[in-house]
């Protein structure tokens, strides 16, 4: 699209209009370098930002465990590291610089040279893990019994004298490194990191990001567990940090399955209501969470939702601590769940805070954005290898490996412009979709001056657009349901698409949560059964190579729908939930490559997915 103009006596200045049709950007909003406490102590000990944001722009690299070059399938268009906040390149430092025991008295200066040996050894083992989980929480204690007290137990690696010129050092490079990067309109490199709050093993993690470049984000340090385990204290910091400096931000939930239902639940952390004034400031910076990653899928589960055929995609029933609990899944710990919570508050306080957008994106630590079955890095360096992927860590119960891992997921966004500005302006705007690896491209809008006919447009964006909301939008009062146009493409490097399915949820007037799931567009011939269910797409892998043919679905879907159940009193959101035909899992082409027949506890083949930010229906507006 050619980008309009504006002479003034005699000079051509480009004009960038708030009414530009957005652009389909793909990218990662969460991905760990070296500088990850966790990561280094699990073998990441190279691989910083530069070999991030080179990985990502489609360069070939060099993988930091086993060595060979690596390179992306398809380069990104925007990419955050966003290490830890916690011991950000303290662990390293310690390790590669060691430590200085000057001014401690002899027993605290022993102690200390004694966890930096100790940690030293542990690392050039490549059992670093051990490290990691000595500072995992307890699960003696609930959530809110850990965070008065404390949200990081005593462990070796708190013995160590952690110099804080380590931290503001590595701040500086990471902010340096993604200026350097960052290339406007071609590729974008925000700068972000992780505030890591785990208190009792619930997961409460957030993605900081921020528009700014590396002079404004050098103004502070970035705000950590240590400062604060309760979201609304980051919150606060947000509000003063971004008055202070005139930084946007925004603050992203990590994947909230394994959060213990704290994520989206309706108390805070510390065992308050929530009212008007948490609500506000929770919506204004929390505008989008993460729904799926390596640690699994957070869309629904099938306790929450049975009637729902696809729940259950990728369940990550492992909680991060240091003793093995089994998996409660909770309603807070899946995003279907916290949306239709947000309408029943709503309802009562008259404000919703989880009006949430979604997006996919990695959670790796290994410095490699990888999403892709077939190109797929793990979670940690150590998982890199199929050998390693099999082994089971911990001993005293069920436990994890790298092929209860994802190959999951990426962010795509709707920005009128590659820049930093411009993704957190469709960030905040909730005009984001997640998928779970490959790049299928969806389009959808809401509302009542939508027609069929517009799925011809050429222009479907400017259109739809005009006549109504795209994603992440809201539609007021009516006496008969809105129009709903989706528009479903394949990714051109994987497979065929299976269907488009619609997500409604709702609360009636009396405060009762609903969902349905309606089968909006799907390929073949085949036909809805009295209860709205369709056969399966069936599945063409070969089961000796793991090879998907795309004998089956359609390289594009497009549906024009409209709300049969729609009832104008409710408050209700609609999401798109777009499928593909099933393709071989990362961890059967382990298996293959293994020789053997299947990846045990492991299915074969998995169906990829896209989830849309919602459209919400307000009939208050």
């Known amino acids: 699209m050619r980008q309009p103009v504006l002479t003034i006596l005699g000079l051509t200045l480009p004009l960038v209009s708030a009414a530009q049709t957005p652009q389909l950007l793909w990218g990662d909003t969460h991905l760990h370098t070296t500088y990850s406490s966790d990561a280094y ?30 390179q992306i399938g398809r380069p990104l268009d925007f990419l955050v590291v966003s290490d830890h906040a916690e011991f950000l390149g303290q662990i390293r430092a310690v390790h590669r610089d060691g430590i200085s025991t000057d001014g401690m008295g002899l027993f605290e200066g022993l102690r200390a040279r004694f966890a930096a040996w100790y940690l ?28 008065e007290a404390s949200s990081v137990q005593e462990s070796d690696v708190q013995m160590l004298p952690m110099p804080l010129q380590v931290e503001i050092d590595t701040w500086r490079l990471l902010t340096d ?25 619930a997961n409460l993690h957030r993605v900081v990001i921020t528009d700014s470049d590396a002079a404004t984000a050098q103004q502070y340090d970035p705000i950590g567990l240590d400062q604060s385990p309760y979201p609304e204290d980051l919150w606060q910091w947000l509000d003063e940090t971004s008055a202070a400096t005139g930084a946007g931000f925004v603050a992203i939930p990590h994947n909230s399955n394994i959060s213990k239902g704290y994520m989206f639940a ?54 991060i601590q240091r003793r093995w609990t089994e998996y ?62 099999q082994i089971t860590w911990g001993d005293d119960g069920p436990s994890t490996n790298g092929w209860s891992m994802s190959a999951s997921g990426m962010a795509a966004v709707w920005a009128r412009e590659n820049t930093r500005a411009g993704i957190l302006e469709a960030l905040k ?19 009542h001056g939508l027609n ?32 709903f146009l989706v528009l479903a493409s394949r990714d051109p490097d994987t497979a065929n698409l299976d269907r488009i399915q619609m997500v409604k949820g709702w609360v009636t007037p009396e405060g009762v949560q609903r969902e349905q799931v309606y089968n909006l567009a799907w390929s073949g011939e085949r036909q809805l059964d009295a209860r709205g269910n369709l056969p399966a797409v069936g599945n063409t892998v070969n089961l000796e190579t793991g090879q998907v043919e795309n004998t089956i679905g359609e390289a594009q879907l497009a549906a024009f729908w409209q709300d049969p159940d729609f009832n104008p009193a409710e408050r209700a959101f609609y999401y798109v939930r777009v499928l593909q035909i099933p393709t071989a899992r990362h961890s059967f082409l382990d298996a ?28 208050e507006l």
């Open 41 to 70: 102590a699990n073998n990441n000990l190279s691989a910083g930002p530069d070999v991030a944001y080179r990985y990502a722009r489609g360069e070939p690299v060099v993988h930091p465990y086993h060595g060979a070059r690596v």
């Open 120 to 147: 030293g050894r542990e690392i050039d083992k490549g059992e670093g893990r051990k490290l990691f989980v000595s500072v995992l929480p307890d699960p003696g204690l609930t959530p809110e019994e850990d965070a």
């Open 177 to 201: 490194t993604a200026d350097q990067f960052n290339d406007p309109g071609k590729f974008t490199a925000l700068i972000g990191w992780e505030w890591s709050a785990i208190p009792g093993g």
């Open 266 to 319: 309706g108390q805070s952390l510390r065992g308050e209501r929530i009212d008007a004034d948490y609500a506000r400031q929770r919506a204004r910076w929390e505008p989008v969470a993460e729904i799926t990653q390596i640690k699994g899928d957070s869309e629904t589960h099938s306790k929450f939702s049975p009637a729902d055929e696809f729940a259950d995609f990728e369940n990550y029933p492992f909680y």
């Open 328 to 389: 409660q899944p909770q309603p807070g710990d899946f995003v279907r769940q916290g949306l239709k919570l947000g309408l029943a508050i709503e309802q009562e306080i008259g404000v919703n805070p989880y009006r949430l957008g979604v997006i996919g994106s990695t959670d790796a630590h290994t410095s490699l954005s990888s999403a892709e079955e077939r190109n797929f890095h793990g979670k940690m360096p150590t998982d890199s290898i199929p050998d390693n992927k």
């Open 429 to 447: 705007e909730r005009r984001v979709y997640g998928t779970s690896g490959p790049r299928i491209g969806v389009q959808f809008f809401g509302g």
């Open 452 to 483: 069929p006919a517009m799925l011809e447009s050429a222009d479907l964006y400017e259109a739809a657009g005009a006549a109504g909301v795209a994603m992440g939008g809201e539609l007021g009062h009516a006496e008969s349901s809105p129009g």
């Open 592 to 619: 293959l490559a293994l020789g053997r027949e299947h990846a045990e506890g492991h299915p074969d083949t998995i169906q990829e997915r896209a989830y849309t930010s919602p459209i919400w229906y307000r009939p």
